[in-house]
């Protein structure tokens, strides 16, 4: 692996960072302490400029008006934008959008790639991915209880969904529902397409964080489709093929993740630095030996972003050059060594700033409270070890280490 960046790659990561920093941090109290509705105003203006830095959608392709970069180049971009909660929207490569791009791009028909991908990676609407259910393990698209039935031209779709990121305000969700229950557990499920304004879409509520309620983009919804009826054709991809398409969405989906975690974990490195750099020691000393703690905290704090950073790039490129399939075990591994990299971190920095670090009076208890959730979604912890382990084990048996993580010889 090259660890080479090009000159191209090196000015466009210069122009982000410093757009991030003087433009996208300063927002960042009032992204805090207000309504992320009250905000569009002054974030569409930032992404004009954005636009007429020609940085906008940097991980879509040229011929839809994106940047065209690749796995890689794109993780070096998301950490930089992940340094703010705000950075991936105005440059509109956030979550859920990026992935339902991605699925619409590749299996979208003519008809739903003009009506809803192009104005997607426009910017002029937001969309939502409905899979993640009240009672059903969310890490698990084989378990589902929404179902889709056939009638006459429709689907008539009827379940319960939550965490649906950024329901509110979308245009459209893209649903997982059981199309075709006779058919084995990873031949059940279809994507299918539905309008927000259908009637049978009901925006029950936007989920509390730890006390905490968003609104718009900034927001994770609970649905309740009630015969919710479509047409047939807003299917995405063959019938029964949901699980399949879930699969390859999550692959590179966990790349932006995790680049996107090291970017908050390498914010709140920054943080902490300077709150060790400037905080007050009591006179008689008696508190220099917290101070080595602190060093020390630094000191891992450093080398596990940059392990962090280094498997996460390894996995991307390992993806770019073999595919999603072959580097499914290091997909596996950053999910959990990055997720619980940046939760010591933000614990550490927050640590370090105190009782200041409990308030929102910097963004660290934000990305606390928030990012939590990071080891949890798009598989626990506990499921992504297990699935490794097993893996290891039955190969360990067999051909050794070498063979179960695929190693050269």
């Not at 757009?19 to 009250?38: C, D, G, T």
């Not at 703690?293 to 790039?313: D, F, G, H, N, P």
């Not at 506990?382 to 039955?394: F, G, P, W």
Request: hydrophobic fraction near 40%.
């Amino acid at each position: 692996m090259d660890f080479t960046v090009s000159e191209k790659m090196q000015v466009i990561l210069e122009m982000m960072n410093e757009f991030v920093n003087k433009e996208l941090i300063p927002l960042e109290p009032e992204f805090l302490n207000h309504e992320f509705v009250e905000l569009l105003p002054v974030l569409a203006e930032k992404r004009k400029m954005v636009r007429q830095m020609e940085l906008w959608a940097p991980n879509h392709p040229r011929e839809l008006g994106g940047m065209g970069l690749d796995l890689v180049e794109h993780g070096l971009v998301s950490e930089v934008l992940g340094r703010t909660p705000i950075g991936h929207y105005v440059f509109n490569c956030q979550a859920p959008d990026a992935g339902n791009i991605e699925i619409l791009h590749k299996y979208g028909s003519q008809a739903q790639q003009e009506q809803y991908l192009k104005p997607l990676v426009d910017g002029k609407i937001r969309s939502c991915f409905s899979m993640t259910e009240v009672d059903m393990p969310g890490s698990n698209p084989t378990m589902l209880e929404t179902t889709g039935v056939k009638d006459g031209g429709d689907y008539v779709i009827n379940g319960q969904k939550w965490y649906t990121t950024s329901a509110d305000g979308a245009a459209f969700a893209i649903v997982m529902a059981v199309t075709n229950p006779e058919a084995s557990p990873y031949m059940q499920a279809s994507m299918i397409i539905v309008p927000t304004d259908n009637p049978g879409f009901n925006l029950v509520r936007n989920i509390p964080v730890m006390g905490h309620r968003g609104t718009d983009y900034a927001s994770h919804g609970e649905i309740l489709y009630q015969n919710c009826r479509v047409p047939r054709e807003n299917l995405l991809g063959p019938e029964g093929h949901g699980f399949v398409i879930a699969q390859e969405r999550l692959g590179p989906g966990r790349i932006h993740h995790c680049m996107r975690w090291i970017g908050i974990a390498q914010r709140a490195f920054d943080l902490m630095c300077r709150r060790a750099n400037t905080r007050k020691i009591s006179p008689d000393g008696r508190t220099l030996g917290s101070k080595e703690i602190i060093k020390a905290w630094i000191a891992e704090s450093a080398a596990e972003i940059q392990a962090a950073r280094l498997m996460t790039l390894h996995a991307a490129w390992k993806i770019e050059k073999e595919g999603a399939k072959a580097a499914r075990h290091e997909i596996s591994f950053i999910k959990f060594v990055v997720a619980n990299t940046l939760q010591r971190v933000v614990d550490r920095a927050l640590q370090v700033h105190g009782g200041l670090g409990m308030t929102d009076d910097t963004v660290l208890a934000y990305f606390f409270r928030h990012e939590r959730a990071a080891r949890i979604y798009d598989g626990a912890d506990e499921v992504h070890k297990m699935s490794v382990a097993r893996h290891i084990l039955r190969a360990h048996a067999g051909g050794g280490l070498q063979a179960a993580l695929n190693l050269p010889g």
